[in-house]
């Protein structure tokens, strides 16, 4: 699902500014919905989840900023890979931050889904796609970081792993508003764009925002921080068909390569610990959690 988001943010043809702002706004009032429904279950956020969701929110508002920058100058498929190059960041900053050590299926995964990621890339290409590929790879980073920032917090704000409405409507509610504040410094936002702009910014904000980050939101806190970053790895993979397909974004055989080579890293890394973790699981007199996004 939030493979689209990258081609549906070109084929609105808006201001990087003005598709960030109408994609998280739109988004609102249906995720408030799911977190009214959500509340009513599980009872109000507390004080503490609510500041996480509002500091994701921020670090979101930073990642779509310069991810929709990164989109013009280097087109949605390389932009999207570069983005989720987030995965060695997410994975030490987890080790650091949460304690969850790497496990040893990603740490043989994870260089073959960066070596993938950069070839895809372009960067060993004499003619890399692009208007001006080495701005877009700087913005590209910089979503990788914010990206991470984001992905680390919301998780941690998801409490035990039963909300996933309720933490991305405030996290996007909070985007909405940094957008709006910081959009000056991004090339300033258009607040009335016209159709078909509207019509590719609703799809964008209810397909990719709403129900693929619930689906994300609501895995988060059930896998390792480092797995979770890995599986998203799958984004920029279908991104890159999908840009070829719907706007004529033409991959190099190395791209291609670079795509399998992290179909590959991504469906090693994903694969859960078996009898090892059944007989510690048994022993603790616990049921292992190994669902996967």
Do not use: K
């Not at 808006?14 to 960030?20: D, E, I, K, Q, V």
């Not at 799911?34 to 996480?52: F, T, V, Y």
């Not at 509610?173 to 910081?182: F, P």
Request: proline residues 6%.
């Amino acid at each position: 699902m939030i493979s689209t988001s990258g081609p549906l943010v070109r084929l609105s043809e808006a201001t990087p500014a003005t598709s960030a702002l109408f994609r998280c706004g739109y988004a609102v009032p249906a995720l408030a919905a799911l977190a009214w429904w959500e509340r009513r279950r599980l009872g109000a956020m507390s004080w503490r989840e609510c500041r996480r969701a509002w500091l994701a929110g921020v670090f979101f508002a930073l990642d779509l900023l310069f991810w929709h920058l990164s989109i013009g100058y280097i087109g949605a498929g390389l932009a999207t890979v570069l983005g989720n190059l987030q995965v060695v960041i997410v994975a030490f900053a987890a080790w650091a931050l949460l304690g969850e050590r790497p496990s040893a299926r990603i740490a043989v995964a994870t260089p073959v889904v960066l070596g993938g990621a950069v070839l895809i890339s372009g960067a060993f290409d004499a003619a890399p796609y692009g208007e001006d590929p080495a701005l877009g790879v700087l913005f590209g980073l910089l979503t990788s970081l914010t990206y991470a920032a984001y992905l680390l917090v919301l998780r941690a704000g998801s409490g035990t792993g039963r909300r996933a409405a309720g933490p991305l409507a405030h996290a996007t509610a909070v985007a909405t508003v940094a957008i709006a504040a910081l959009s000056p410094l991004f090339g300033g936002a258009d607040l009335r764009p016209e159709w078909p702009t509207h019509g590719w910014l609703l799809l964008l904000a209810l397909g990719p925002q709403v129900l693929g980050w619930v689906l994300i939101t609501y895995s988060l806190p059930r896998q390792p921080a480092a797995l979770t970053a890995l599986i998203l790895l799958i984004q920029p993979v279908t991104t890159v068909a999908l840009s070829a397909v719907l706007l004529g974004e033409r991959p190099s055989a190395l791209q291609l390569a670079g795509c399998v080579a992290v179909a590959l890293g991504v469906l090693y890394g994903s694969r859960p610990a078996r009898q090892p973790a059944l007989a510690s699981s048994a022993q603790e007199g616990q049921v292992p959690n190994t669902s996967t996004v």
